[in-house]
């Protein structure tokens, strides 16, 4: 079973066409839905920590002109699409030609040392009217306050996410007000990934305790509760 209340199924790695997907599960195929909402299909979109390229090829195939940045180009799995090789933090308008008409961003600022300074990047290379497509673990969630209540860190920013790269823990309120400071308009929040209330993989005692504590973090939790990771829209305007 697996719906947004209960999971008793274990998380497997997701693939497009053979790609690996680096992203919580459903993360990919939520986000392309979305970005379909606001960019149309032939437009130029640069792909921001592209990785192995799943998230580039879906685009691609939807019909967008991609072009994809990642730090670890040689990773880089699909042949006819462009990529940069690209330490973002040491920043991206000097190195890649633009503008774009939109950009995604999945998974990527809470790498970064500077997420301030990426936004500013991001905007100077869109059009005007362009949009940014970004997404970042939800440390508001229930879970996250959960976790933070016992020790103190945020769901996947403890000692064991600096292993992948895990260093800027950043909220919904945070992000918005970096946004509208460098020259975005957010246009929508919404949560994204799986996080189901209930986690019942194994029914023992601890983990049945473990899960009726999750379900009261629930409903006393207010704000940006759901979701495994937050998706943010942000237009520019001017």
């Known amino acids: 079973m ?22 919580d599960l459903g993360v990919h195929e939520q986000a392309a839905e979305l ?17 192995a390229g799943a998230f580039s090829l879906r685009l691609q195939d939807l019909g967008y002109q991609i072009a994809a940045l990642d730090v670890y180009a040689d990773e880089f799995v699909p042949q006819d699409i462009p990529i940069y090789c690209l330490d973002v933090d040491h920043g991206i308008r000097e190195c890649i030609p633009g503008p774009f008409d939109a950009v995604c961003c999945l998974e990527v600022i809470e790498h970064l040392e500077n997420p301030w300074n990426l936004l500013r990047e991001i905007h100077a290379i869109l059009r005007p009217g362009g949009y940014l497509l970004l997404s970042t673990p939800n440390v508001t969630s229930f ?8 020790t103190g860190q945020f769901h996947m920013f403890g000692e064991e996410s600096l292993a992948y790269g895990h260093i800027a823990p950043i909220t919904a309120f945070e992000l918005s007000v970096i946004a509208e400071r460098v020259g975005f308009r957010v246009v929508e929040v919404r949560p994204g990934g799986y996080l189901p209330v209930f986690a019942l993989t ?4 601890r983990v049945l305790f473990r899960n009726f504590l999750r379900g009261i973090v629930y409903l006393l939790a207010k704000g940006q509760k759901r979701g495994w990771c937050l998706f943010f829209v942000m237009r520019k305007d001017e």
């Open 2 to 23: 697996r719906n947004w209340l209960v999971n008793t199924q274990a998380k497997e790695p997701g693939y497009y066409k053979g790609i690996l997907i680096h992203a």
């Open 35 to 51: 970005f379909q909402r606001y960019v149309s299909p032939g437009f130029t979109v640069l792909d921001i920590g592209a990785g």
């Open 143 to 150: 879970l996250s306050r959960w976790i933070f209540l016992r």
């Open 202 to 205: 194994r029914w023992t005692l």
